[in-house]
């Protein structure tokens, strides 16, 4: 099989030939170790800017965000596959430099610039959003502005890196960074969101309602560049359980998802959801939010595989269970080959299953992911043995 029908058939809770490989992305630490270091990195092209136009650098560096992140995702699909990864997903980040060291997006979410090797690496900072009136404001700016912009680049954005990868692989889109549970946690800031939650529960469902707008007005555009898969990204859980109660997902998070997801399939797509953490109590909740399948899968947060492929292993495709906080940053090629042995037994048969690592940073190692694609060819073969 090739890449396209055999990530379709697993999506469909099929058998392909073997078990597709994913990951969620590749650091550009790492794609910088598969493609070679590009001629100037993210932080030398800034210099360069703040030398050339000391008084407009910043307006500068603004106006070609949207190439860099072109460039910068094509190189990583590229390094994905020469690894031999069948699979990975791309989406556009609605950041902006608002100095050298930080960035801000529409959402009023304040990211930090890091340094990963010269390869810029935003991460989230604060919230700025602590009322009701400042979220009136961004609100209407979201509705007028953002989304007409953000829908028409992420178009663009999509038939660019499609046009080039589509006979290889399907390169699936992500909102990763600006998932909606994420995003509106965030953008309130953790105190005020976790307030309001109990006090004013009205509020939290209309940012939930503005994102998930937002959320499908971006999908659109991508299905018109020719997208097929999507994955909502947005951490439901921590290590230890659910960010809230199942009643409160079910209560103000599913009639979101559930918009999104009736609109991809209305359009003949598939849509999978990434969340780390326990999720074993939100298994039903996923389903009935109607995602055609579930990527993480985190072992060292007490995900049991087995348990979660007997309870919807026939409704939901699984991708994940390849830890990053060990397995594919230190350990040795039996370690990895032993860890993809156990999922491939523990949640390949019958079909419906992706070898993919949990979760991605930068100290995982391309040589460990080497490995894994290694074991799955080796291992993953239908009919399984």
């Known amino acids: 099989m090739e890449n396209r029908e055999r990530i379709l058939t697993a999506l469909n809770l099929g058998e392909p ?66 690894i031999g990864i069948d699979t990975t997903q791309i989406g556009i980040l609605p950041l902006e430099f ?30 700025t959003l602590n009322s009701v009136e400042k979220w009136a404001n961004v609100k209407q700016e979201i509705a007028e502005t953002a989304t007409p912009k953000y829908s028409k680049m992420a ?30 946690w965030q953008s309130l800031g953790m105190d005020f969101f976790s307030k309001q939650l109990y006090t004013n529960r009205d509020f939290i469902s209309e940012v939930f309602n503005t994102l998930t707008d937002f959320t499908i007005s971006c999908y659109k555009s991508y299905i018109e560049a020719g997208a097929e898969i999507f994955v909502e990204s947005g951490d439901l859980a921590f290590k230890t359980g659910p960010f809230m109660s199942p009643k409160l997902f079910d209560e103000l998070l599913l009639p979101c998802y559930k918009r999104v997801t009736d609109f991809v399939h209305e359009q003949n797509c598939k849509i999978i959801l990434h969340t780390d953490g326990h999720v074993t109590p939100l298994l039903d909740f996923v389903i009935n ?15 049991d595989l087995a348990a979660v492929k007997k309870k919807v292993g026939k409704k939901l495709c699984l991708l994940g269970n390849i830890d990053t906080g060990a397995v ?37 190692q391309v040589q460990n992911l080497q490995w894994m694609v290694e074991a799955t060819h080796r291992y993953g073969t239908y009919p399984l043995k």
């Open 328 to 364: 594919l940053t230190k350990g040795t090629k039996e370690t990895v080959e032993s860890a993809v042995k156990y999922a491939i037994k523990t949640a390949g048969p019958g079909g419906g299953f992706f070898i993919s690592a949990s979760n991605m940073h930068p100290a995982v």
């Open 289 to 303: 939010c109607g995602f055609d399948g579930l990527q993480s899968l985190e072992p060292t947060a007490g995900v």
């Open 17 to 82: 030939d073997r078990i597709p490989t994913h990951v969620i992305y590749l650091d550009a630490n790492n794609v910088d170790k598969v493609m070679g270091k590009p001629e100037k990195n993210d932080f030398e092209v800034i210099e360069d800017l703040k030398r050339d136009y000391p008084d407009t650098w910043l307006e500068n560096l603004n106006k070609i965000i949207e190439e860099m992140e072109t460039d910068i995702f094509s190189r990583m699909v590229e390094a994905v596959l020469k």
């Open 155 to 184: 178009k663009k954005y999509y038939k660019r890196i499609n046009k080039k990868f589509k006979d290889r692989t399907i390169v699936m889109v992500t909102n990763d960074l600006i998932g909606i549970f994420e995003t509106t």
């Open 98 to 127: 608002i100095n050298e060291h930080e960035m801000q997006d529409i959402f009023g979410r304040i990211w930090e610039v890091l340094n990963n090797e010269g390869n810029i690496n935003p991460y989230y900072k604060y919230g």
